[in-house]
């Protein structure tokens, strides 16, 4: 089955800890994004890549960090400067020439601060 | 700024009732809207999608109308069931930019 898997579903970060979030697709997809989405809000862009050794910063990037290194996976690093971290962390992925195709979601990490 | 809005943030509704969703944005040059669903505590599922040049788009029970000039898009659910209660987004995609979400309608349906 094709589709887009996140791991670990559940995360706990303690204080001044680096935390990575997994992101991996089999759609054979160039784009690839991470959204961070808090109760009452809507999804916010956090890094974006549209080919593999490249990403942009989306609207909310400060104390995160990505890499792009092979085409199906697409880390995010949660670093000990992102003071509030506490939210819903969606990876998502589109094909075919940029902004026409619809963007397919994985499940989410929950990242908590112990 | 491009901003989205859904409208209500939460709706109830009972069984086999026809119901429409709205979303508005704030500037008419996008490239395409999407309407995604969410279940609690996972990830979004696309549902339909409207590219700037549609008016609409129709997949089962479920009719999403896009009127650009207006900054307006509907998505219509007929005979609704109990299964279809989740949370329900929209996004519009500005030209040459990314995705921008609204914050959703949180949809129940009562048996």
């Known amino acids: 089955d094709g589709g887009i898997t996140q791991s670990p579903k559940y995360l706990f970060r303690k204080e001044g800890q680096n935390v990575t979030l997994s992101c991996e697709q089999n759609?054979?997809?160039?784009?690839m994004y991470w959204y961070r989405q808090d109760p009452g809000q809507g999804l916010r862009l956090i890094y974006y890549?549209?080919?593999?050794?490249?990403?942009q910063k989306g609207d909310i990037a400060e104390g995160y960090s990505v890499s792009r290194e092979k085409k199906e996976s697409f880390p995010l690093t949660v670093t000990s400067a992102q003071k509030n971290p506490t939210a819903f962390y969606l990876c998502?992925?589109?094909?075919?020439?940029?902004?026409?195709?619809?963007?397919?979601f994985g499940d989410g990490t929950r990242l908590s601060i112990l | 700024k491009q901003e989205v809005t859904q409208i209500p943030a939460a709706l109830s509704v009972p069984e086999g009732e026809n119901l429409v969703l709205n979303c508005s944005f704030t500037?008419?040059?996008?490239?395409?809207l999407q309407w995604f669903r969410q279940d609690p505590g996972k990830g979004l599922t696309s549902l339909l999608l409207?590219?700037?040049?549609?008016r609409e788009q129709t997949s089962g029970r479920l009719n999403a109308s896009l009127d650009k000039s207006s900054g307006r898009s509907t998505l219509y659910i007929a005979a609704s069931q109990p299964g279809d209660s989740a949370t329900y987004l929209c996004?519009?995609?500005?030209?040459?930019?990314?995705?921008?979400f609204g914050q959703g309608t949180e949809l129940s349906v009562k048996p």
């Open positions: 998502a992925s589109s094909g075919g020439p940029t902004g026409n195709q619809p963007q397919h």
């Open positions: 759609l054979n997809h160039d784009a």
């Open positions: 890549s549209q080919i593999v050794n490249d990403f």
């Open positions: 500037d008419s040059a996008i490239y395409n």
């Open positions: 409207i590219q700037s040049s549609q």
């Open positions: 996004a519009v995609r500005p030209e040459g930019g990314k995705l921008i």
